[in-house]
């Protein structure tokens, strides 16, 4: 573009564009332009109008203020260190460039969990991702957020809500958690004891990570576990064990796992190759073979209950 017609009164204003990219054109408003649409023209004699008109507003009409234009905040729900962000987009009116505030805020009650603050131009698109983390880097606890966003030292408007979860339940298909003999601590064969949790689910039901993290294991057991995978996850001293999966996870030892992604599928490896497809789940709190397992069961179903 070389040149940026304005309406004006009586005749059109000219002029050259501060800056132009194939997306964007910058111009200053000349000195007399009225509201009206405005026409770009180019050395070759292409021509294009835009569709929306600029308004032109006397001083009484400027903004004296920030106003929040816009604002879409993504996923509605969330877990902690899924792969998608949780992204806040947003525009806002004000005078001229703006010192921005954008809070995350628990639901209930007022504390601000996180805040960013950064100099920005009104009438453009900005973004702000939250990594799910409080200030001191601990996990948020799960709950209903909101974002707000404000100029700095003013008030700020609700600019979105969302609900967090740390932890996403592992079998994405119908399930059951069977009788007495698949709770934690039931007895087994040659006096141990079910160190887990079964759920059962359809043979090859897709298993995904309740937590990312680190995997640390990935191995095929013939005698009890059949292809489990083992995984360190985030932000946290516990380890998650997925066991009698059909075949071996797509991630292996040391591999970065995100909380949801597909980790394998329910199965019948091991032990389990004389019962119904099942997922036998361990945690272990201090770390896999480290300490003791715990009973899983609780937090399974509490993880199912907003999967
Ligand atoms: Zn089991």
Redesign the pocket.
């Known amino acids: 573009m070389s040149e940026v017609r304005f309406e004006g009164d009586p005749d059109p204003i000219f002029t050259a564009p501060v800056r132009t990219s194939p997306k964007r054109l910058v111009v200053r408003v000349p000195a007399g332009a009225i509201t009206g649409r405005l026409r770009l023209l180019t050395p070759g004699g292409a021509k294009a109008m835009t569709r929306q008109s600029l308004r032109v507003a006397d001083a009484s009409q400027v903004l004296s203020g920030f106003r929040l234009r816009g604002s879409k905040l993504r996923p509605r729900k969330a877990f902690f260190d899924q792969p998608a962000p949780i992204r806040l987009r947003y525009r806002f009116d004000a005078p001229g460039r703006t010192r921005v505030r954008v809070q995350v805020v628990r639901a209930k009650g007022t504390r601000v969990i996180r805040a960013y603050r950064k100099s920005q131009l009104p009438f453009a698109r900005h973004s702000q991702t939250w990594n799910a983390l409080e200030r001191d880097g601990d996990v948020a606890n799960d709950g209903l957020y909101r974002f707000r966003v404000g100029a700095a030292g003013e008030s700020s408007a609700v600019a979105g809500k969302m609900k967090l979860y740390g932890f996403k339940f592992p079998v994405r298909g119908p399930h059951s958690y069977g009788g007495h003999l ?1 709770e934690f601590g039931a007895p087994r064969s040659g006096g141990r004891r ?1 160190q ?1 949790q ?1 759920v059962y689910a359809g043979c090859g039901t897709r298993l995904e990570a309740a937590r990312g993290g680190r995997v640390q294991a990935r191995a095929y057991d013939p005698v009890l576990y059949g292809h489990f995978v083992v995984i360190d996850i985030r932000k946290s001293s516990a380890d998650h064990m997925y066991s009698h999966m059909p075949s071996s996870s797509p991630f292996g030892r040391g591999d970065r796992v995100r909380t949801g992604q597909r980790i394998g599928a329910v199965g019948k490896t091991g032990n389990a190759r004389t019962t119904p497809c ?1 997922l ?1 789940f361990e945690i272990w709190p201090k770390g896999w073979r480290n300490g003791s397992p715990i009973d899983p069961e609780p937090a399974l179903r509490r993880w199912d209950g907003w999967s």
């Open positions: 698949q079910h887990g079964d099942h036998h």
